[in-house]
Structure formats: structure tokens, C-alpha cells
């Protein structure tokens, strides 16, 4: 066998490939009915085994006593510029408030667009800038509105740009539009600077696409090679290896090869 230099380049760009940046966004799971204790460290948050108060590096709370923190330097801007936002009323369920020391609450309210159903909208963009921990949790809280059919059909989180994947959870079900607020878990991992992802939404029955809050955290969890990683890179080590193989065959002057 012998090598070519279409052999080596291959071997090379399975190499390079392998050890290739790119972010991976997951679906974790969803808490239902549990939103409105995002803040509270006595509510266990079942989907990431843990009774951790949500929003400790960043978080984001629409209505009229709504607003943005962000205490963690790895996420330079959230934003919801040219999103329409409802204010809550009576209706709307008393959650966390994330100001408070002592366990108050406040009215919650919605990021409002109107997409129409099963059309999708950006509700929120989000860029990230040096130092970012290996992964990052999302949290997104839906169903804390006074009629259950504003709520959207589906939540998508993906990059903007880059090759990053993208994770959706489908929201169309029954659990989701019983008027208790819900937290839907996104992990995004493989973060570098001025990387930009975006938070979208379909709209529900009702047209609109409405979030309610948003949180992130710092993952305490060692990186994990993604699959395609793993697979280019084990392609690579065999290619190499029959090329080994390749130079050390020799034939005998009977004709056979050793």
C-alpha cells in the first residue's frame, strides 16, 4: 500500500477537524409548574438535582417590575430591543423576586410578540465575552400569564452565525398551558468571546410567542468531547495507523509481503 500525499492531507484535516471550536446547544428538560420558586434555595429544581437559587450569573424579568442583572463577566449584553412587553395584571402569578434578600415577590409579566402561530420570533439576543465557564445553564421561564393560550408552542435557543447547533423545546403540551409557570433548561458549551446566541419562540395557540424570565448560570461539570469530535478524531488514529502499517510492508524476493 502505498501512501499518497492525498493520504496525509486527509489524515491532517481529520486532525485538525477533531480538535475544531464549535458550541453545542442541549435541551435539558423542562420543571413544570415550579417557575415561580426560581430564586428560592428551598424548591428543588428535579432536572439539574438541586436546590441552587437560578439566575446567579445573569437574569432577565419582563413586566413593569421587570429588569436586567448581570453579575457575571463572561456575558457582556442581554437584549430585548424591538420586543414587545406586557406589563402583567391580577392574572399573572406572583414569582421571586430576584431583588429581594428576604423572599419577596413581584407580578410577573411577558416578553409579548406576536409571531402568529407556529411562526417563530426572536425574543431575546445574548453576546458573551472572555472567560466564559465550560457550560452554561439557561433557564426560560413560560405559562406565568392569566390565559393560558398566549403561551408559545415552542422555545429555540441557537447561535447566531457560527456553526453552533441549535436546541428546541416543544411546548405544545397540556402541562405546559396550565397557568403554573414552567422552566425549560438549555446547556450551551464550547463559549468564546463575542460568540452571540438568540432566544426564539413560535407562537401559540393565541399567536403570541410570550417568556416570562430568563436565568443563567455557571455548570459545575467537566467538558465532555462532543461525538463528532470523537468520531473525527478515531478516524485519524486509523488512518495513521494503516499508513504505518503501509511503510513497514516489504516484499520477498518469493513475492509475498511481510
Do not use: C
Not at 88 to 104: A, F, K, Q, R
Not at 123 to 145: K, S
Not at 175 to 185: A, C, G, I, T
Amino acid at each position: 500500500m502505498r501512501v499518497t500525499p492525498f493520504m496525509l492531507t486527509t489524515a491532517a484535516a481529520l486532525i485538525f477537524a477533531a480538535g475544531a471550536h464549535a458550541e453545542l446547544v442541549t435541551y435539558v428538560g423542562t420543571d413544570f409548574d415550579t417557575g415561580a420558586n426560581w430564586r428560592n434555595t428551598a424548591d428543588y429544581k428535579g432536572v439539574y438535582g438541586s436546590y441552587s437559587e437560578l439566575g446567579q450569573d445573569a437574569w432577565f424579568v419582563a413586566g413593569a417590575s421587570g429588569s436586567t442583572h448581570i453579575s457575571a463577566s463572561y456575558i457582556s449584553a442581554i437584549s430585548t430591543a424591538g420586543v414587545s412587553v406586557y406589563p402583567g395584571n391580577g392574572g399573572y402569578v406572583m414569582i421571586d423576586d430576584p431583588n429581594s434578600t428576604t423572599g419577596g415577590l413581584i407580578r410577573s409579566g411577558t416578553l409579548n410578540p406576536n409571531p402568529g402561530t407556529n411562526s417563530s420570533t426572536v425574543e431575546m439576543t445574548i453576546t458573551f465575552g472572555a472567560n466564559a465557564p465550560a457550560l452554561v445553564q439557561v433557564a426560560v421561564m413560560i405559562d406565568n400569564l392569566d390565559i393560558a393560550n398566549f403561551n408559545p408552542n415552542s422555545v429555540t435557543f441557537s447561535q447566531v452565525g457560527g456553526s453552533g447547533t441549535a436546541a428546541t423545546a416543544v411546548t405544545t403540551g397540556a402541562s405546559y398551558f396550565n397557568r403554573s409557570p414552567d422552566l425549560m433548561y438549555f446547556d450551551i458549551a464550547g463559549i468564546t468571546s463575542g460568540d452571540v446566541f438568540k432566544l426564539s419562540a413560535t407562537g401559540g395557540p393565541n399567536g403570541t410567542a410570550t417568556v416570562g424570565a430568563v436565568a443563567f448560570d455557571t455548570a459545575a461539570t467537566t467538558a465532555t468531547p462532543e461525538p463528532g469530535t470523537v468520531v473525527l478524531a478515531a478516524a485519524a488514529i486509523i488512518l495513521v495507523l494503516l499508513m504505518n502499517r503501509a511503510n513497514k510492508t516489504r516484499v520477498t524476493d518469493d513475492g509475498s509481503q511481510i
